[in-house]
């Protein structure tokens, strides 16, 4: 099957959606509804388009009230920029949805309310997924951002504890400025309940990024970051420190001097093939 067509079968819409589109046909807002499935849908369909152009496995893409998500099978594995522009396309679309809700008002095929109702949904989906929050596009952005400068095990930690300070933010005006809006409620108990389990799988999420290391096929990495490290530095440890969009030639210092120096293959291979996950590096050596 061509993978574009594939794309529409891996849609799923969350069971809070299709109430929310029960509840609009049963109440005549259908108009609002198609709106909001409208800006959905392209929204998250714009992050699996450029997902499949980069030949991303995809799993499936998620359909929830204010936005979505795309579940892919990368495990932080894919070039930053990649996953950059794959995160950006998302609120990009939004763009081009109001260019052309603004035409077609202009050239009279859309009345002034229906924009206004458009342009809403619109911006409304726009600046909620944009905020610094986890699974949202903001929150990915965070994380992409402490992914450049640390290692992945710290960048996911710091990624949570930052959208987790902005939930609580978002939480306490919500408190202030809409107590009675039902829908912000929903949104800041789903973020929360996806930031807990999100925390809660931390450690299954560094496995999976280093086992898709360790065994995945065509990681065509080019740039190279050395990590210096003691010689009685645990393996498990060692591989905490592992970033993402590099390889890590694994220089062995010993008494401060260079004792050897392996590659990153080798360190996983001693952890995942040969189980020696508490062998120090200089223990490392001897097999070689």
Same mark, same amino acid.
């Given at each position: 099957?061509?993978?574009?067509? %594939?794309?529409?079968?891996?849609? @799923?819409?969350? !069971?809070?959606?299709?109430?929310?589109?029960?509840?609009?046909?049963?109440?005549?807002?259908?108009?609002?509804?198609? *709106?909001?499935?409208?800006?959905?849908?392209?929204?998250?369909?714009?992050? /699996?388009?450029?997902?499949?152009?980069?030949?991303?496995?995809?799993?499936? &893409?998620?359909?929830? !009230?204010?936005?979505?998500?795309?579940?892919?099978?990368?495990?932080?594995?894919?070039?930053?920029? =990649?996953? #950059?522009?794959?995160?950006?396309?998302?609120?990009?679309?939004? &763009?081009?949805?109001?260019?052309?809700?603004?035409?077609?008002?202009?050239?009279?095929?859309?009345?002034?309310?229906? #924009?206004?109702?458009?342009?809403?949904?619109?911006?409304?989906?726009?600046?909620?997924?944009?905020?610094?929050?986890? !699974?949202?596009?903001?929150?990915?952005?965070?994380?992409?951002?402490?992914?450049?400068?640390?290692?992945?095990?710290?960048?996911?930690?710091? %990624?949570?504890?930052?959208?987790?300070?902005?939930?609580?933010?978002?939480?306490?005006?919500?408190? $202030?400025?809409?107590?009675?809006?039902? %829908?912000?409620?929903?949104?800041?108990?789903?973020?929360?309940? %996806?930031?807990?389990?999100?925390?809660? +799988?931390? @450690?299954?999420?560094?496995?999976?990024? $280093?086992?898709?290391?360790?065994?995945? +096929?065509?990681?065509?990495?080019?740039?190279? @970051?050395?990590?210096?490290?003691? /010689?009685?530095?645990?393996?498990?440890? &060692?591989?905490?420190? #592992?970033?993402?969009? *590099?390889? @890590?030639?694994?220089?062995?210092? +010993?008494?401060?001097?260079?004792?050897?120096?392996?590659? =990153?293959?080798? &360190?996983?291979?001693?952890?995942?093939?040969?189980?020696?996950?508490?062998?120090?590096?200089?223990?490392?050596?001897?097999?070689?």
């Amino acid at each position: 099957m061509n993978k574009w067509l %594939s794309l529409l079968f891996k849609i @799923h819409v969350h !069971p809070f959606l299709w109430i929310i589109m029960g509840l609009g046909f049963l109440t005549g807002h259908i108009k609002a509804l198609l *709106c909001l499935l409208l800006v959905v849908s392209v929204h998250e369909l714009g992050h /699996a388009a450029l997902a499949v152009f980069f030949s991303w496995r995809i799993k499936r &893409v998620f359909l929830l !009230p204010f936005g979505g998500t795309v579940e892919v099978e990368e495990h932080g594995n894919r070039p930053l920029k =990649e996953e #950059f522009a794959v995160i950006l396309a998302g609120p990009l679309q939004h &763009v081009w949805l109001q260019a052309a809700a603004w035409l077609l008002f202009i050239s009279g095929f859309a009345s002034q309310q229906t #924009f206004e109702m458009f342009t809403f949904y619109n911006l409304s989906i726009l600046l909620i997924n944009l905020l610094p929050i986890w !699974p949202l596009d903001g929150g990915k952005f965070v994380f992409l951002y402490f992914s450049k400068q640390m290692a992945f095990q710290k960048a996911h930690l710091l %990624s949570l504890q930052t959208s987790a300070v902005s939930a609580l933010l978002l939480c306490g005006w919500i408190v $202030l400025a809409v107590p009675l809006q039902v %829908s912000a409620w929903v949104l800041f108990v789903f973020l929360a309940a %996806s930031l807990w389990d999100e925390y809660r +799988k931390r @450690h299954y999420i560094q496995l999976r990024f $280093l086992l898709e290391r360790y065994y995945g +096929k065509n990681r065509d990495v080019a740039m190279l @970051h050395p990590l210096t490290v003691a /010689a009685d530095a645990k393996v498990k440890h &060692v591989m905490a420190e #592992f970033k993402r969009g *590099c390889k @890590h030639p694994i220089i062995i210092e +010993k008494a401060g001097e260079k004792l050897s120096q392996l590659d =990153e293959n080798e &360190v996983l291979h001693a952890y995942f093939a040969d189980k020696r996950t508490d062998s120090s590096m200089e223990d490392l050596l001897l097999p070689y």
